[in-house]
């Protein structure tokens, strides 16, 4: 029965999801309302799933994802804002949600009260990055944002741990709660680079797209199980694992690059809906919990509110504020309109519902799980719609990026270009055995006049001679990836030109072998 109850969560939120995406709105947003609404029908069952399949299944891929598109150089450059948001800002919210929530809501204790701070605590970019996506955000306002989602879930979490093994009487591997959070973030980190090392060594001696795809979408489960495991940070070592393999990628096979990039957009969508999707059907059955009649619900609605507004309010002030005081974006530099989005991109999501899920039983369970689906749906309501005005509003346009975006490619373009002339060169000097001389001054006429491998190819009159032909396009192929690799790696070109390049040098040699 269950299985057919995710079947139809899952068909009807990419439904809903895509008449979503036709009509303009943000999908996000449809789907958990109509989620919501649907959870009111009379005699609907239950839909509820344990909160380790949530933490273990649905965010490993979507972390995953996202670090495979990020970059070390981005991390490093971002440093300082990434770590005050995805971790100084955690920490706040937590410390402010629930001392405010202590004082707000009757009859819950200081450390139930923090318990529910740690579980609100989390900000979900998804929601935000798709808005930034889609309107066109600066890339350093992306890499930022990107940045923090992916340190802001494991700190989150490792606060959740504390606070309920102080409010449960529980242990952890650690008392002390500094160097638990160190153990975490360190093996973590060193489980993930460990797999992603190991990953990338046996791809590399795969040589099949299928397989190799196959591997990558085990990567992120293994990563977070294994990490758990070790009681280490799962989140963390996910995402090390995901940018290990993201910067290393420029090493594997055309077809696998080019398969990766759909099967992992197409997970991407089909998670992001499913879990907006369970947020919203939750709506009904939370409120039941709790049992409220009469006057109760006017008790429960206003330190909702209240608790709502706070953690809001906290992400903006604590980015204003620390920028006022010129700490937090002091290397960046950040205008103020990139700062003010930056404030506004604090919707809740999948890690609060799912912590509130896995909230073990304690004095104000019902209260912490029903107080944290208001807030995260609350920051969706009203965040999720006034993202896009305020950024359209503020008109974030950077002429000085576009500049040197257009000098980036120009520069990609010339690197792959000098690399394909050197390897054509000695090519053309020394040809294969079996390449007769009018062959090479065939192939080195149309690679300079930026011929097809598929048009080169169809010129050539026998098989033999056209797997010669197309043989030599794939080592001009390779040593242009190596080259834009190179270049990237030593700071001559930043990763998103990379990536571009890459993307049109693997539709190029699939073309070439569609006619082999």
């Given at each position: 029965m269950r299985a057919i109850q995710l079947l139809l969560v899952v068909v009807g939120a990419i439904a809903v999801a895509a008449l979503a995406h036709k009509k303009g709105l943000q999908s996000s947003l449809v789907v958990v309302v109509l989620a919501a609404l649907v959870s009111f029908v009379p005699g609907l069952p239950r839909f509820e799933l344990p909160p380790?399949?949530?933490?273990?299944?649905?965010?490993?891929?979507?972390?995953?994802?996202?670090?495979?598109?990020?970059?070390?150089?981005s991390l490093t450059r971002n440093l300082r804002p990434i770590l005050g948001l995805g971790v100084g800002l955690v920490v706040a919210s937590?410390?402010?949600?629930?001392?405010?929530?202590?004082?707000?809501?009757?009859?819950?204790?200081?450390v139930p009260a923090l318990v529910l701070g740690s579980v609100?605590?989390?900000?979900?970019?998804?929601?935000?990055?798709?808005?930034?996506?889609?309107?066109?955000?600066?890339?350093?306002?992306?890499?930022?944002?990107?940045?923090?989602s992916l340190l802001?879930?494991?700190?989150a979490l490792t606060i959740f741990t504390l606070t309920v093994a102080a409010a449960t009487g529980g242990h952890t591997v650690f008392e002390n709660p500094l160097l638990l959070f160190g153990y975490g973030v360190l093996v973590g980190s060193l489980i993930g680079l460990a797999l992603g090392f190991v990953v990338h060594w046996i791809r590399q001696r795969l040589r099949d797209s299928g397989l190799e795809t196959a591997l990558g979408l085990v990567v992120p489960f293994a990563a977070y199980l294994f990490a758990e495991e070790l009681h280490?940070?799962?989140?963390?070592?996910?995402?090390?694992?995901?940018?290990?393999?993201?910067?290393?990628?420029?090493?594997?096979?055309?077809a696998t690059r080019l398969q990766g990039r759909e099967v992992w957009k197409s997970l991407d969508v089909l998670l992001e809906a499913f879990?907006?999707?369970?947020?919203?059907?939750?709506?009904?059955?939370?409120?039941?919990?709790?049992?409220?009649?009469?006057?109760?619900?006017?008790?429960?609605?206003?330190?909702?509110?209240?608790?709502?507004?706070t953690v809001i309010l906290v992400r903006p002030l604590w980015v204003l504020l620390t920028y006022g005081q010129n700490k937090l974006f002091r290397r960046e530099r950040l205008p103020w309109p990139y700062v003010l989005v930056i404030s506004w991109t604090g919707m809740r999501g999948v890690v609060t519902m799912a912590a509130a899920a896995g909230v073990p039983p304690m004095p104000g369970r019902d209260l912490i799980q029903a107080l944290a689906f208001v807030i995260a749906v609350g920051t969706l309501l009203i965040q999720g719609p006034s993202l896009p005005v305020l950024i359209r509003g503020l008109a974030l346009s950077d002429p000085a990026e576009e500049r040197?975006?257009?000098?980036?490619?120009?520069?990609?373009?010339?690197?792959?270009?000098?690399?394909?002339?050197?390897?054509?060169?000695?090519?053309v000097k020394h040809p294969p055995a079996n390449a007769d001389p009018e062959l090479m001054r065939r192939f080195e006429e149309q690679i300079t006049a930026k011929l097809t491998a598929?048009?080169?190819?169809?010129?050539?009159?026998?098989?033999?001679?056209?797997?010669?032909?197309?043989?030599?396009?794939?080592?001009?192929?390779?040593?242009?990836?190596?080259?834009?690799?190179?270049?990237?790696?030593?700071?001559?070109?930043?990763?998103?030109?990379?990536?571009?390049?890459?993307?049109?040098?693997?539709?190029?040699?699939?073309?070439?072998?569609?006619?082999?």
């Open positions: 380790e399949m949530i933490l273990g299944v649905v965010l490993p891929p979507l972390l995953y994802s996202a670090a495979l598109d990020f970059s070390f150089v937590t410390l402010v949600t629930g001392v405010v929530a202590w004082w707000v809501v009757p009859g819950l204790a200081l609100v605590a989390p900000p979900d970019a998804v929601a935000a990055l798709a808005v930034g996506r889609r309107l066109g955000l600066p890339k350093r306002l992306m890499a930022i944002l990107t940045g923090e802001n879930d494991a700190a280490a940070s799962g989140v963390l070592a996910v995402v090390a694992a995901g940018l290990t393999l993201g910067h290393n990628d420029t090493s594997a096979g055309f879990v907006f999707a369970y947020m919203g059907l939750q709506c009904r059955f939370v409120f039941a919990d709790l049992h409220l009649t009469g006057t109760d619900w006017l008790w429960f609605a206003l330190p909702a509110l209240a608790l709502l507004a040197e975006d257009l000098a980036n490619a120009e520069r990609a373009q010339q690197i792959s270009r000098r690399a394909a002339k050197k390897t054509l060169t000695k090519l598929r048009r080169a190819a169809a010129e050539v009159s026998t098989p033999a001679l056209r797997e010669i032909m197309l043989q030599l396009r794939r080592d001009v192929l390779a040593a242009q990836r190596l080259a834009l690799a190179t270049a990237r790696d030593e700071g001559k070109l930043d990763e998103d030109t990379v990536r571009r390049e890459l993307e049109r040098l693997d539709y190029e040699e699939a073309a070439a072998a569609a006619v082999s």
